[in-house]
């Protein structure tokens, strides 16, 4: 599976748009970017994933550049509960027997009043 | 929809005994299932794959008869940490892709357990 590099940490005012980065120079053609956030002791959320198209869902959108070696994760509104740890991560599509999900050390998100 | 559920989310054990978690997905049926290790201030690392109907297959590095793990349905999964010693107090998560129709591709995680080994 392809490497992501995230910045290691990023802060944020609440009620701004949080932009976080990912770059993953290495991805494959059948790879896609997926995005989890973890809140303190707990298990990872999902946020969205994408291939090569800009993805939009209720919790956020995904900007991949046209080369696919980078990407943009953005809360349009940040709240103080979107202080987390988020995880870009590159991978297959899951199949039969589901995808390995490989976690780097992510990027923690600060959002402050 | 698409939730896992884990058991107990929290255990405090002596050393030298062994301990089972239980992994569930609620709401869809998984053929495979993940369980991951994290350390205070770490990232998550993957242990195991979980297939139902068949053996796991171990990560480099995770002594597989010292962490059993049983997939014997497909909504169950059971992670048991054997003879266990205080280095093996962390927190364990487990996954799961959804195989039914309906869900979208991705994978979906529990709350967590937290071992303590005293």
């Known amino acids: 599976d392809a490497k992501t590099t995230q910045p290691t940490s990023m802060d944020c005012a609440e009620g701004r748009a949080a932009n976080l980065p990912c770059n993953h120079s290495t991805i494959s053609g059948n790879e896609y970017v997926y995005w989890y956030r973890q809140i303190h002791s707990q298990g990872p959320q999902y946020i969205i994933h994408g291939l090569k198209n800009n993805e939009t869902n209720e919790m956020a959108s995904l900007i991949i550049t046209e080369d696919r070696k980078s990407s943009t994760l953005i809360l349009p509104h940040a709240t103080l509960r979107d202080t987390a740890v988020y995880y870009c991560?590159?991978?297959?599509?899951?199949?039969?027997?589901?995808?390995?999900?490989?976690f780097g050390a992510g990027t923690i998100l600060r959002v402050k009043s | 929809g698409a939730v896992v559920s884990q058991h107990p989310s929290w255990v405090i054990c002596k050393s030298g005994t062994s301990v089972k978690i239980e992994c569930r997905s609620l709401?869809?049926?998984?053929?495979?299932m993940f369980w991951y290790r994290q350390f205070p201030k770490q990232s998550l690392m993957l242990m195991a794959t979980s297939n139902e109907g068949s053996k796991a297959t171990y990560e480099q590095g995770v002594e597989k008869d010292k962490f059993l793990i049983n997939h014997a349905s497909l909504t169950l999964s059971t992670l048991t940490v054997t003879s266990a010693h205080p280095e093996d107090s962390s927190f364990y998560i487990c996954?799961?892709?959804?195989?039914?129709?309906?869900?979208?591709?991705?994978?979906?995680f529990g709350p967590g357990t937290r071992l303590t080994v005293l």
């Open positions: 996954s799961a892709n959804p195989t039914s129709r309906g869900y979208t591709d991705t994978q979906y």
């Open positions: 709401d869809f049926q998984a053929t495979t």
């Open positions: 991560i590159v991978s297959t599509v899951p199949r039969e027997y589901g995808n390995k999900l490989v």
